[in-house]
């Protein structure tokens, strides 16, 4: 989402640091957790800078007859410190190692939210039949600067430069996937992923004091239009759009997510 990361990062001071597991993979250790039930397993990959944290308020409510694993990308969390920028295929490989090293059995669910979100479309296109169906909660979307011009044709370019300019400056060193984050390349679709279930959820709660374009009333209904555009293109695919939640659709609104999911899982192919 088209929002400056510092702006973003004072929203996490709150999540709590859950009890996790460590793994070591090619690019240092990084903390998971898995949630045993059933033989369906749903990966759950949050969005920048929340590590796997992101999911707590819905992790105590998901269904038990699923095995759910969350972790933290490196970086995030209290996996390893990355260093340098990583590729959107260094996250991929990441999942793919996570998996691996779990001894999961695919195809898996995979939840993305925000970044997490980017990562699930890539997944699913490298590994095409590694993925059963997709549940993005409020997934980045390379297209939110398209909302910025078309709304602020004359100063638009200028406040998206200084939006990057300032996630760069604040995650100097630290912040390893600003790369891949402001790749404004299209985002794999149908005839990447091929035909599979996928449910996206859209946050298009407008802010008391909008503070950008973006954030107007306009904005966010540009915002559920360009989300349910994507997931549209695919015959199973779902859009949700809700103005009772924000970015982060998981705290605003916990049960719509699980409730999602739970229906996302009924028309997932044995």
Known sequence: MLKALSVLLAGLVNFQVAASSMLELDGGS???EVKEGGDRVVLFDAGALSGMA???SIWERLPANITAVRFSRLGEGNSK?????R??????DEVDQLLNALHVERPIVYVGHSLGGTTARNFAAIHQGDVAAMLMVDPENP????IVYQLNPEEGRAEIEMVKQNDYA???GRWCFLDMMWDKSP???????????VTLIAGVKVPEDPSTAFESAEGRRLWGQ??????NQFPRGEAVVTSQSGHFVQDDEPELVVSELVKLLNNVRP
Do not use: K, M, N, T
Not at 81 to 85: A, E, K, V
Not at 143 to 146: H, L, P
Not at 187 to 197: M, R, V
């Open 30 to 32: 990084i903390e998971y």
């Open 54 to 56: 992101g999911w707590d």
């Open 81 to 85: 410190p990355c260093s340098g920028q």
């Open 87 to 92: 590729s959107a295929a260094d996250y991929v």
């Open 143 to 146: 297209r939110d600067i398209d």
């Open 170 to 172: 604040a995650g100097e």
């Open 187 to 197: 985002a794999a679709g149908l005839a990447e992923i091929g035909d599979i279930p």
């Open 226 to 231: 360009i989300q349910s555009e994507w997931v």
